[in-house]
């Protein structure tokens, strides 16, 4: 089992930044990727970033340039940096943790509020 705890949502405004974390515990290794989902009212699930064991990084079209994704030595500490916020990035934003094998954990998430 792994247990995933975000912090670092609140309520910005536009052109602001914020930082997200995910604490994770437990049976976390090996891991394929982490990650950060997000959802807005009325609106499905949407992949923001990633980046697997290796390193490498994903993001969406809509954040590039303005998030990054990255983890600590340790790896069991997964961040987003969120600069340039616009009201279009208002959701509860997920921490996922994939080991591959269909294994896939979330956190409980944590609002990020963008105000115009």
């Known amino acids: 089992q792994v247990q995933l705890v975000e912090s670092g949502g609140g309520l910005v405004q536009a052109g602001g930044s914020l930082r997200l974390s995910c604490a994770a515990s437990g049976r976390i290794f090996p891991v394929n990727a982490m990650g950060w989902y997000r959802q807005a009212p009325g609106k499905q699930r949407e992949l923001v970033a990633t980046?697997?064991?290796?390193?490498?990084?994903n993001y969406a079209e809509s954040v590039k340039g303005r998030f990054t994704v990255s983890t600590d030595n340790a790896k069991n500490t997964l961040t987003l940096q969120m600069n340039s916020l616009k009201p279009e990035d208002t959701a509860v934003y997920y921490c996922?943790?994939?080991?591959?094998?269909?294994?896939?954990?979330w956190g409980q998430g944590t609002q990020v509020t963008v105000s115009s």
């Open positions: 980046i697997t064991r290796g390193g490498s990084t």
């Open positions: 996922n943790w994939n080991k591959g094998w269909g294994n896939v954990y």
